[in-house]
């Protein structure tokens, strides 16, 4: 049974693929580089993401990378909306006193504007953000909270969410809202691959119908 919840924040709970592909773009041509089109975006873009930058631009530092990426991005900010389903999933979460951790490498400033804009940081239990390798950082939040990795489920959209599951012993959910596609997801092997947020929450109410009705009357 699934006591907590550890959730990506990018393309899993906010709807931001296409501000990162477009600004991804901008980065590109500022130095040079042909555009790539969106279907090529995300079945080559990798987590942490200087990885993928190394491939088109091995010449370009990551401090300017970084800096041209964000100036663009940051022009986006207030058009990123959450998923259709992302509230009533926190909401969910709330009324079953299921504890929401986020974990990603969306940087502090970005995250906590979005989160507080959008009514999401009264229903988190804590936010690991601005985390490079989420593989290296999964193992602390668990320790930090006390969390029982078999009690755990870590959902996001691609497949370096799925590996860091994998190197905490937690449940790997993927979903198919974001940035990778179901190819690249499948092939990763995750536990589960649902849709969205609103088909976990079904799966897990199911989960705590079962827990009820397995409790002596």
Same mark, same amino acid.
């Given at each position: 049974?699934?006591?907590?919840?550890?959730?990506?924040? #990018?393309?899993?709970?906010?709807?931001?693929?296409? +501000?990162?592909?477009?600004?991804?773009?901008?980065?590109?041509?500022? &130095?040079?580089?042909?555009?790539?089109?969106?279907?090529? &975006?995300?079945?080559?873009?990798?987590?942490?993401?200087?990885? %993928?930058?190394?491939? !088109?631009?091995?010449?370009?530092?990551?401090?300017?990378?970084?800096?041209?990426?964000?100036?663009?991005?940051?022009? @986006?900010?207030?058009?990123?909306?959450? %998923?259709?389903?992302?509230?009533? +999933?926190?909401?969910?979460?709330? #009324?079953?006193?299921?504890?929401? %951790?986020?974990? #990603?490498?969306?940087?502090?400033? #970005?995250?906590?504007?979005?989160?507080?804009?959008?009514?999401?940081?009264?229903?988190?239990?804590? @936010?690991?953000?601005?985390?490079?390798?989420?593989?290296? @950082?999964?193992?602390?939040?668990?320790?930090?909270?006390?969390?029982?990795?078999?009690?755990?489920?870590?959902?996001?959209?691609?497949? !370096?969410?799925?590996?860091?599951?994998?190197?905490?012993?937690?449940? @790997?959910?993927?979903?198919?809202?974001?940035?990778?596609? !179901?190819?690249?997801?499948?092939?990763?092997?995750?536990?589960?691959?649902?849709?969205?947020?609103?088909?976990?929450?079904?799966?897990?109410?199911?989960?705590?119908?079962?827990?009820?009705?397995?409790?002596?009357?």
């Amino acid at each position: 049974m699934w006591k907590n919840v550890i959730l990506d924040w #990018s393309g899993t709970v906010v709807d931001d693929l296409s +501000f990162v592909w477009e600004s991804t773009n901008h980065v590109l041509a500022h &130095f040079g580089s042909p555009a790539i089109t969106r279907e090529i &975006f995300r079945e080559r873009f990798t987590l942490p993401w200087i990885e %993928f930058y190394k491939e !088109h631009l091995p010449q370009v530092g990551r401090e300017e990378l970084n800096a041209v990426f964000r100036k663009k991005m940051d022009e @986006a900010q207030a058009k990123i909306r959450l %998923f259709p389903d992302a509230m009533d +999933f926190f909401l969910f979460c709330r #009324s079953q006193h299921l504890p929401v %951790f986020i974990l #990603s490498t969306v940087d502090s400033e #970005s995250f906590w504007g979005q989160s507080n804009r959008l009514g999401i940081t009264p229903l988190i239990r804590k @936010a690991y953000v601005g985390v490079e390798d989420k593989r290296e @950082a999964i193992g602390g939040l668990l320790e930090e909270n006390q969390l029982d990795p078999s009690e755990t489920i870590m959902v996001g959209d691609m497949v !370096h969410d799925i590996e860091a599951a994998r190197r905490a012993g937690v449940t @790997a959910c993927a979903v198919l809202s974001g940035f990778d596609p !179901h190819p690249k997801l499948v092939k990763a092997r995750p536990d589960l691959i649902l849709r969205d947020l609103s088909e976990l929450r079904v799966v897990l109410h199911s989960q705590q119908m079962i827990t009820e009705c397995s409790k002596p009357c």
